[in-house]
C-alpha cells in the first residue's frame, strides 16, 4: 500500500505541476487547450535532444527545454486562441485540437516514437516505510512541492499575484482598475506551456518519453481542474494528487480476493473522474457557496 | 471645456444600430443621470465609454485627449473610474485585498502620493463601514455590502470620471440609503459623475442633468425637472396617450 501511495505522489506531482498551470489559463480565458499534453512533451523532447544529442548539461538542456516549451505556448496563443477565444470560448476547442495534431505530427518527425529517457540509467533506490523510491524521484516531488509553495507565495502575497488572482475572477473589474488583462492573459499561458513542460521533463527523468503519453497526460489535467473547481488553482492540484493515488489504488490492490482491475483501466479513473464531478458536483469539489447578489 | 465629450458616437453590430449619434458633454464636478428603458443601450454606452466595446464611429474625449482608441485599462489610467452593474468585485479576495489589488494598480507616483497602503485600506472600509470584515472573503457579503466595497474602492482607485452602473440595484432598501449618502458626498467633494439609475426620485435628487436614451439615441436631455415633465419620457416607459 506504502508503495502504491509513492508511486501516486511521483505520478500526482508530474499531474500536478501541468494542472496547476492548466487552471489559472481555465480561469481567465475559460478556454480548453486540448494540445496541452504535447506541450508538455515537447519541453521533455526537447530537453532530451538537447542533453543526449546536443551534449549540454542537464541543467543547461532543461532551461533550453522549458525555453522552447515557452515559445511554442507563445506561438500557440498568437495563432490558435487569441485570435478566436473572444469570439467563442469554445472555438479554441476546435483550434487547439488541430494543434494537437500538427504537434503529434512534428513530434513523431523529429523524435521518433522510439522512448526517450533524458537521463537512462540504473536508478539509486532508498526504501521508506517499507516502498522504494528512487533519489531522483525524491529530488522531482520536492522540487514540486518548493515550487508550488513559490507560486502560493506569488499569488498570495505579492502585488503581481493580487493581479493576477483579480483577473481571474473579474477580468473586466480588474481592467477597469488599470490593470493589463490581456497581457496577463498571453503570460499566464505562456507560464502554463512552462509548467506543461515541465511536467514533460519530470516525466522524461522519472519514465521514458513516448508520443503516447500526450491525450493521458492532457485529459488527467482536466479531471484535476474539473475536481478541483473551475480557475482553483489549490483545488487542481490537490485533485491531480487524488486522481494519481486513486490510479495507483484502483489497480494496485487485489479488491475482493483474487479479483484486480486490469492495467490498462488506469487512465479510467481521471475519466470517471470528469463524468462523476459533472454529474454530482460540476462546481467542483472545493467550490466555496458565494452569494450571488 | 467638458471633462468628457461625446460626438456622434455610433456601434453597430452585426448590422444591429445599438448606438447612434450619441453626443453629449460632461462639466467638470457634473452628476449627469443616464435613463431609459431596458435595452436602450445605457450600460452599452458605458461599455463604449469604459473601452469594453469599441465604438464603430465618433469620438471620446476625456479632459482634452481622445480615448476612443485606447484599451479599458489605458482609459482606468486616465482617471475613468467603474462600478459594474453586476457587481465587478473579487469574490474569492478578502475586502482587504479587494482595496489593496486596486491600489496596486495605480501608477507608482499616486501611489507615493497615498502613503502608506495599508493604512488607506484601513480607512477606506472604515468609510463604507466594513472596517470589521476586512480579512472576510468579499463573496460572503450582502449585495449592499459588496456595493459598498465596490464604490469604496473605485473612489479609491478612479481620479476623473466616475460611471455608476446602477448603484442601488440587488441592494436591499435600508443600505440603499447608505450608498445614495456615499454618492451625495461624492456630489459635495465635486467629483464627475455619470450614474445609470431606474429610480427616478433618487436620479432628481442627485443629478444636476439628465440624459435619456432609447434604441441607443439619446432623445431628451434637461434637468431633471425637465426632463420628468416631458410628455416624452411618458411616451417612452408607458406608451403614447391613445387619448390625446
Known sequence: MTQLIINGLIAGSLAALIAGGLALVYGVLGVFNMALGQMALIGGYCTWWLHQIVGLSLPLS????????????WIAFEIFINPFYKRHRFLPLVTTIALSMILDGLILLFFEEKPRAIMPGVRHSIEVFGARISIEQIVLISFTIMLMMVLAYVLHSTAFGRKVRAVVQHDHAAMSLGIRAPLLHRFLFIMSGVLAGLGGIYLGIDQNLTPVFAFPITIKAYAAIIAGGKGNIWGAIVCAYLIAILEQLVVGVHWFGSFYVPAGYQQTVALLFIILFLLFKPAGMFSTKTRSA | ??????????????????????????????????????????????????????????????????????????????????????????????????????????????????????????????????????????????GGQMRLLEIART??????????????????????????????????????????????????????????????????????????????LKEIYFGADPTT
Open chain 2, 1 to 142: 471645456m467638458a471633462l468628457l465629450e461625446l460626438k456622434d458616437l455610433s456601434l453597430t453590430i452585426d448590422e444591429h444600430k445599438i448606438l447612434q449619434g450619441i453626443s453629449f458633454d460632461v462639466e467638470e464636478g457634473q452628476i449627469i443621470g443616464l435613463i431609459g428603458p431596458n435595452g436602450s443601450g445605457k450600460t452599452t454606452l458605458f461599455n463604449v465609454i469604459s473601452g469594453f466595446l469599441k465604438s464603430s464611429g465618433g469620438s471620446i474625449t476625456l479632459g482634452g485627449e481622445d480615448i476612443s482608441s485606447l484599451s479599458p485599462s489605458l482609459r482606468a489610467k486616465r482617471g475613468i473610474g467603474r462600478v459594474f452593474q453586476n457587481f465587478g468585485i473579487f469574490r474569492d479576495m478578502t475586502l482587504e485585498e479587494n482595496i489593496l489589488v486596486a491600489l496596486e494598480a495605480l501608477p507608482k507616483d499616486q501611489q507615493k502620493e497615498l502613503g502608506d497602503l495599508k493604512e488607506v485600506v484601513a480607512g477606506t472600509l472604515d468609510m463604507v463601514g466594513l472596517s470589521d470584515s476586512g480579512k472576510k472573503k468579499a463573496g460572503s457579503l450582502s
Open chain 1, 62 to 73: 532543461i532551461i533550453g527545454g522549458l525555453t522552447i516549451a515557452a515559445f511554442v505556448s
Open chain 2, 155 to 232: 473612489l479609491k482607485a478612479g481620479k476623473g470620471l466616475f460611471l455608476l452602473d446602477e448603484p442601488t440595484a440587488g441592494v436591499s432598501p435600508k443600505m440603499t440609503g447608505q450608498v445614495a449618502d456615499i454618492i451625495k458626498e461624492l456630489k459635495r467633494s465635486g467629483k464627475t459623475v455619470l450614474i445609470i439609475e431606474h429610480d427616478l426620485p433618487f436620479i432628481g435628487s442627485i443629478c444636476d442633468e439628465v440624459v435619456v436614451l432609447d434604441v441607443g439615441k439619446v432623445v431628451l436631455q434637461g434637468t431633471p425637472a425637465e426632463v420628468k415633465e416631458s410628455k416624452e
